[in-house]
């Protein structure tokens, strides 16, 4: 079994085709099944989608698939809101460019309540990616880069905007593990391209804190190449997570099986990574301790 921890609802990004979101959602849905994901923890609403009511009622059209968790904004939202999502089926969050370090204290409110309520914090790590992939491509010698470049530039993609790399970083959830011990969180990206260290580093010490292996081909090269896997970040604390688009999530899945075999991983090790650490963060398996 699989459990996609890091699963956006779908968006259309191409203006000039008109498709319903319950249409995307299937075809989702679909590429999921197809893949041989059993879960997936869907990111859903706020000021990335549609409303929280209309996206948790398209999820529940494949309930036995997704668990719902919902975008937020902590600099707009606090622990009542958090609540009022809950009651609504929301089973957990995901917080992403904010206009202040994750730990401000003016955020606590937000992660008092998700501690409370046992809804897990998936927080984007890093710098935000999107566009074109400058480490692997270039418009001046990829057509298909030179494309999705202009297409991004119609849809006023390149825009000012307030976020920051520094603000979303490993040691900030150092800060929040240690001001809520009980608050089950996922820091996205291995931490995220340039912050591996810190994200092992926080993952040695702190019991709650998970890492996704999302974020594409540069990612999973740097995880090979510098041991991250089972050495540096130790297999209980690790999760699967596509991230990516309806025809790209069967790749995805088979280059991991294809890097857990490299890695010559127990079959445990590699079901704890594939399903069973999430399925643990977010209430559906029984965590288990070494009895002597």
């Known amino acids: 079994m699989i459990w996609d921890v890091h699963c956006h609802f779908p968006r259309n990004w191409d203006p000039s085709v008109e498709v319903e979101a319950d249409e995307l959602l299937a075809r989702r849905a679909d590429a999921l099944r197809s893949a ?14 549609l409303p929280y009511e209309e996206s948790i009622a398209m999820a529940r059209r494949h309930e036995d698939l997704f668990v719902p968790s919902a975008m937020v904004d902590p600099d707009e939202i606090t622990g ?33 309540a998700a501690e409370l309520l046992r809804m897990p914090i998936l927080f984007h790590l890093g710098v935000i990616g999107g566009g074109v992939d400058y480490s692997i491509t270039h418009p001046r010698r990829d057509a298909q880069a030179a494309q999705t470049m ?4 119609d849809m006023g993609r390149n825009f000012l905007r307030d976020v920051s790399a520094i603000r979303m970083r490993p040691f900030h959830l150092d800060t ?19 912050n591996y260290d810190e994200a092992a580093s ?18 999973e090269r740097h995880a090979m190449d510098r041991d ?19 025809h790209e999530i069967a790749e995805h899945v088979k280059r991991f099986e294809i890097l857990f075999d490299q890695l010559r991983l127990t079959d445990d090790q590699t079901e704890r990574m594939w399903y069973r650490n999430a399925a643990e963060l977010f209430g559906e398996a029984e965590p288990t301790t070494a009895v002597e």
Not at 84 to 109: A, N, P, Q, S
Not at 150 to 153: A, E, G, H, K, N
Not at 179 to 185: A, S, T, V, W
Request: with cysteine.
């Open 36 to 49: 041989g994901v059993t879960r997936a923890s869907l990111l859903c609403g706020g000021r990335f989608g």
């Open 80 to 112: 009542r809101d958090v609540r009022r999502l809950h009651e609504m089926g929301y089973r957990g969050l995901k917080i992403i460019g904010t206009r202040r370090d994750y730990d401000d204290r003016r955020y606590f409110t937000v992660y008092e």
């Open 150 to 153: 202009q297409r991004m530039r």
């Open 176 to 194: 929040i593990a240690n001001n809520f011990p009980d608050l089950r969180i996922i820091g996205a990206h291995l931490g995220g391209t340039g």
């Open 202 to 219: 926080v993952a040695r010490w702190r019991h709650n804190v998970l890492f996704d292996m999302s974020g594409g081909v540069t990612i």
């Open 228 to 246: 991250l896997i089972g050495k540096e970040i130790g297999v209980e604390k690790l999760v699967w997570g596509s991230d990516c688009q309806d």
